[in-house]
């Protein structure tokens, strides 16, 4: 009998509780583990330059219309947010953070991701058209800002004491180096960045766009000295630009770092027919997108018909052929969102796969691209 009534309160007790369950079903995005780190990020993840100022960009999201729109994507299971200090000058960080505040989110639920290296301009100095705000080489002859940038110690420190308080949190989930600084040695960066992980400030490091050299420069660095390593690399990475398959990508995948690549749509281009080309705000005002439709780049429409013409057959929209590839080579994409729809849209790739032939068919007609982000 004693056995009987154990048996009972044992299955009652290994039932799953009915909000473990609401929150499973609601969890509309795949967690993948950050390379061989114990991070574990939304896939996709919220990109935060779609965040902040239209006078910034036009096609940025203002306020009130970015701050629904995140909430949106963490409802459904995008907790990974990206961001850096340069977007909107601040104002991508700070609105990040007032709406995890402001929709009372767990800060302990929400996976920040931002970057330093670029100057963010004093506000009274700042002209919100201006785009990115000053560049190292100006930033070097100025007495405002020549410590202000790049990868020094002081650069550093100052750098993430202002993204903490822009979010309004105590500390930052990732923290990204947003490009390589030849002037400071490596490991005055490394030793710094450790720091701040020792200190509690930031969990885990990360970096983005650059050659590979200079990525196995700053690990090495971080490995002779026994400081912490980055465990993440954010670059450039799509079915139209893939020079990053030369080394980054396989360095990458031999050191255990997980890719997060940017512009994973090719700014949209990807998810898109040819005649629709310009038929958004932003692919008629981004750069990106005229790199990517560079007479020279005639391969690029070939792919783009390809990715087309494999959705058709399978009744899939564009996107989701573009990060069935993506998804197989990465841990994450970081992608603009511009509405709910195209959260959901990006959701509904979650598990699909083109078979070897569908891959092949559409790296075929690839050619080698100039080298685009790494400064």
């Known amino acids: 009998m004693a056995t009987k009534q154990w048996a009972s309160k044992a299955s009652k007790f290994l039932e799953v509780p009915e909000t473990l369950r609401t929150s499973v079903k609601a969890s509309r995005a795949e967690y993948r583990q950050l390379g061989t780190s114990g991070l574990r990020v939304s896939n996709p993840i919220f990109g935060g330059l779609q965040v902040g100022s239209s006078q910034w960009f036009p096609w940025v999201l203002d306020e009130d219309k970015a701050k629904p729109l995140l909430k949106a994507a963490y409802d459904r299971g995008i907790n990974t947010w990206d961001t850096a200090n340069i977007y909107s000058n601040g104002l991508s960080e700070?609105?990040?953070?007032?709406?995890?505040?402001?929709?009372?989110?767990?800060r302990r639920k929400v996976v920040l991701m931002t970057k330093c290296y670029r100057v963010?301009?004093?506000?009274?100095?700042?002209?919100?058209?201006?785009?990115?705000?000053?560049?190292?080489?100006?930033?070097?002859?100025?007495?405002?800002?020549?410590?202000?940038?790049?990868?020094?110690?002081?650069?550093?420190?100052?750098?993430?004491?202002?993204?903490?308080?822009?979010?309004?949190?105590?500390?930052?989930?990732?923290?990204?180096?947003?490009?390589?600084?030849?002037?400071v040695p490596p490991e005055e960066t490394m030793q710094a960045l450790h720091d701040l992980v020792k200190m509690g400030k930031v969990r885990y490091l990360g970096a983005s766009?650059?050659?590979?050299?200079?990525?196995?420069?700053?690990?090495?660095?971080?490995?002779?000295?026994?400081?912490?390593?980055?465990?993440?690399?954010?670059?450039?990475?799509?079915?139209?630009?893939?020079?990053?398959?030369?080394?980054?990508?396989?360095?990458?995948?031999?050191?255990?770092?997980?890719?997060?690549?940017w512009a994973p749509l090719a700014s949209g281009q990807l998810a898109r027919p040819l005649s629709s080309n310009g038929s958004t705000l932003r692919s008629r005002v981004n750069k990106n997108g005229a790199f990517y439709y560079d007479e020279k780049n005639t391969?690029?429409?070939?792919?783009?018909?390809?990715?087309?013409e494999i959705a058709e057959?399978?009744?899939?929209?564009?996107?989701?052929?573009?990060?069935?590839?993506?998804?197989?080579?990465?841990?994450?994409?970081?992608?603009?969102?511009?509405?709910?729809?195209?959260?959901?849209?990006?959701?509904?790739?979650?598990?699909?796969?083109?078979?070897?032939e569908e891959e092949a068919y559409l790296e075929e007609p690839y050619r080698p691209k100039s080298i685009q982000g790494h400064c």
């Open 209 to 261: 766009s650059m050659w590979a050299y200079q990525f196995a420069i700053l690990q090495h660095a971080a490995e002779k000295y026994g400081l912490t390593k980055f465990v993440s690399m954010q670059n450039h990475y799509n079915l139209l630009y893939r020079e990053e398959e030369r080394e980054m990508v396989k360095f990458c995948n031999r050191s255990g770092v997980g890719m997060v690549p």
């Open 94 to 106: 700070r609105i990040m953070g007032k709406t995890i505040r402001e929709y009372n989110i767990p």
């Open 313 to 356: 057959k399978r009744g899939w929209p564009m996107s989701h052929v573009t990060l069935a590839w993506l998804n197989r080579r990465v841990t994450s994409p970081i992608i603009g969102f511009s509405s709910v729809e195209r959260i959901d849209d990006a959701l509904a790739a979650r598990g699909k796969l083109l078979t070897p």
């Open 120 to 183: 963010v301009c004093d506000e009274e100095n700042y002209d919100p058209g201006s785009g990115i705000a000053m560049l190292g080489g100006y930033a070097e002859q100025s007495k405002d800002y020549v410590n202000a940038w790049g990868l020094s110690r002081g650069a550093i420190f100052n750098a993430v004491e202002a993204s903490l308080e822009r979010l309004g949190t105590p500390y930052i989930d990732l923290l990204q180096i947003h490009r390589f600084d030849e002037n």
């Open 299 to 308: 391969d690029s429409q070939v792919i783009i018909s390809r990715v087309q």
